[in-house]
């Protein structure tokens, strides 16, 4: 999922005070003039990301330069690092932004005309990383080419390393999920803590992506946690089918789908379930200054085109409606309310690790993102610590307490 | 009101062919330096608008050249407008802007805390216009400091000339109501075509208010419609008997009050009713792809902080929730449904002219504004003509449009 921070997020840290990217051998790999190079430099397009908890890392020296692609550059995707390490050069090609029906039935029907069935897996609710192995080490990679060192340290206990010492080449693409989940915590999968849900493998420099059937059979052979493989369908019975699913995804308040050419020739689309918009607009009004416009905006009129696709009764609708009309007002509401007796408004998330060393470095992470935080002291709960967080949504403190104060709008 | 369309229609037409400003004489004029003058010019804050229908008006030759300021400048606010004729100068200020009391009762305290009575006036739902004398014509201008060739020709209708004469220096800032208002129709307020309504009296040039009872003596001696007054409260009583006008007003679906300073030193603030948010949402998601996400999220936003001090229960949140709903999603389903069946979805609006020259003026003006417009053939009305306006709401339609044709978002 998207969630309100994500934008933030994917513009963030860029420690450009050590450049040292060896700009012939980059526009020699990228098959880019070096003044290119140079000008994406300049222009802050091209930013070095550096992992802090690598260096301290005692186990290893650290030896990887990463560079991340802020913007799309000719047919690098945003998001994608270059990893520079003694010399060569790796490409971790961003994670393609997929596309959303918007109506469903006339969306399959355009988009897969050239196919004849299609396959059906979950969109988890979670945050979507590419891990993959740099030079021996494991690390995760967000949406925006930042090295998450949370993500990195649960990726790192997750997975094995048998997969990437036999796979170095390959990029696992999947969706952390559950409620240690400092992005989007959610409890509604049967996940203790966090896990990792592949639902792509890619080639690192080409990008090139396994076939769908071939992607499952390799991630079963590793026993790596996969996303829910619905079925594949003819494109007369997609519609229905999915439709099928995302009701019943609903009820229990998950996200929705994302439908893929099995040969993944043709760009896969989402389609989500009202109950996953909902949920994502009460979290946002809940900090209602913070979040952006389109935020809202994009949730509530994806509610328009179900109803009318579904052909929704009266009763239905009304039903909608109200469902609508409360994730917006009733957390807002909250917040006002509590920022008026005097409580600061937060969003509490928690990390879990079995290094206490994770946890500095990311609050160090989080503070170089701007995001405001207060972390509480650490947990033991098995062998590991729980620590919870605070994020503080500054703005909309700010701007309800000066309502509340009687300032105006 | 501010329609959905008003940023659009206040960063209008300029038309900047024919500049002939008297830079040394608008500088000596305005107390600014030449090269301000100038640069203002150079940057487009001062701008040319320049009222067709005087040209073509075989009464009158025109002498005048009008510039607006696009942005405030030193102590003009945007909207400003400098006339120029026969090398002397004439400035009407820009209508303040009004801030907006989110939470009623301590707005009232914070904002009035050097006075000790406020003076309730109604907020109507219409269009702002100020009406001034320009050397013996009668203009309206729009919020932005654009002349609308309609408003003025109403203006010219409904206000006589002896205010002016024997006023030549006020300016008459007030509402343009009723279902022949081609921005803002409403059929709620006992008007029959189009009518215009003081809120305020002002000198030209330094922009000084009438103090409240003096403008309401002055405009009642000259017979001319004011908006409603609701009395003058001790600052005590004001939030409770506020809150019972506003309930009153949201019964009728009026929009809310306006709450002033008797002597006009404090500036005003503003104060709306639920239903008047939610119809204006209403309005702007049945053309949801046309109106920006900030109309809608300050909408919403002001439901959450009334029902905050209004201590709702549960059964009166519930009721707001699904007004909120209904007021979101019902107008967008329904235009969905009707691009779906190859309707394309319009802003049905309505002028009264007596003169039919005045049509093509304004569908002119409508067109530089970049408003796409369909005129119907005029309609015979008593000594009339009705002309009905499909304002087309491109982006919606093309937006729906590109959905049912299952193209993705």
Same mark, same amino acid.
């Given at each position: ?10 513009? @963030? ?63 690098? !995707? ?176 998950? /996200? ?55 052909? !929704?009764?009266? @009763? ?29 408004? @937060? ?29 509480? /002291? ?32």
């Amino acid at each position: 999922m998207k969630t309100a921070h994500t934008f933030q997020i994917m513009n @963030a840290i860029s420690d450009t005070v050590d450049i040292k990217l060896d700009i012939e051998g980059a526009a020699d790999y990228l098959n880019m003039s070096q003044s290119k190079i140079k000008r994406l430099l300049d222009r802050k397009i091209l930013l070095q990301v550096w992992y802090e908890g690598w260096s301290r890392d005692r186990s290893q020296q650290f030896f990887q330069r990463f560079f991340r692609f802020d913007k799309s550059v000719s047919k690098i !995707e945003q998001g994608s690092v270059l990893c520079q390490r003694n010399g060569s050069f790796e490409l971790i090609r961003g994670f393609p932004k997929i596309q959303r029906a918007m109506l469903l039935g006339p969306a399959l029907e355009n988009h897969f005309s050239k196919i004849k069935t299609v396959a059906v897996e979950e969109k988890m609710n979670g945050y979507n990383v590419r891990v993959a192995d740099i030079g021996g080490r494991i690390a995760a990679f967000t949406r925006g080419g930042l090295i998450c060192p949370y993500s990195t340290d649960r990726a790192q206990n997750l997975l094995k390393r048998d997969f990437f010492d036999q796979h170095p080449d390959l990029v696992l693409c999947g969706e952390m999920v559950g409620p240690d989940n400092p992005y989007v915590p959610k409890d509604i999968y049967d996940v203790e803590s966090l896990d990792f849900f592949v639902f792509d493998i890619r080639h690192k420099n080409n990008g090139k992506p396994y076939l769908l059937h071939e992607r499952r059979k390799l991630a079963n052979e590793y026993g790596l946690n996969q996303v829910t493989f619905f079925g594949e369908f003819s494109l007369d019975d997609a519609p229905d089918e999915i439709t099928r699913i995302i009701r019943k995804l609903g009820k229990v308040q998950h /996200e929705g789908v994302v439908i893929k050419d099995p040969q993944m020739k043709i760009a896969p689309i989402k389609y989500t379930c009202s109950q996953s918009n909902c949920a994502d607009l009460q979290h946002a009004f809940k900090f209602y200054n913070d979040v952006g416009r389109d935020y809202f905006f994009s949730r509530v009129v994806r509610e328009g085109f179900q109803s009318v696709e579904w052909n !929704e009764s009266e @009763a239905e609708l009304q039903k909608r409606c109200l469902q609508l009309g409360e994730s917006i007002l009733r957390p807002m509401i909250e917040s006002i309310k509590q920022v008026k007796d005097g409580t600061r408004i @937060a969003d509490n998330v928690q990390i879990r690790v079995r290094d206490l060393g994770i946890v500095s470095i990311y609050q160090e992470y989080l503070r170089r993102l701007s995001v405001d935080t207060i972390f509480s /002291e650490p947990e033991s709960i098995g062998d590991e610590y729980l620590v919870k967080i605070k994020k503080i949504n500054q703005s909309t403190n700010d701007k309800t307490e000066s309502m509340c104060k009687g300032e105006l709008w």
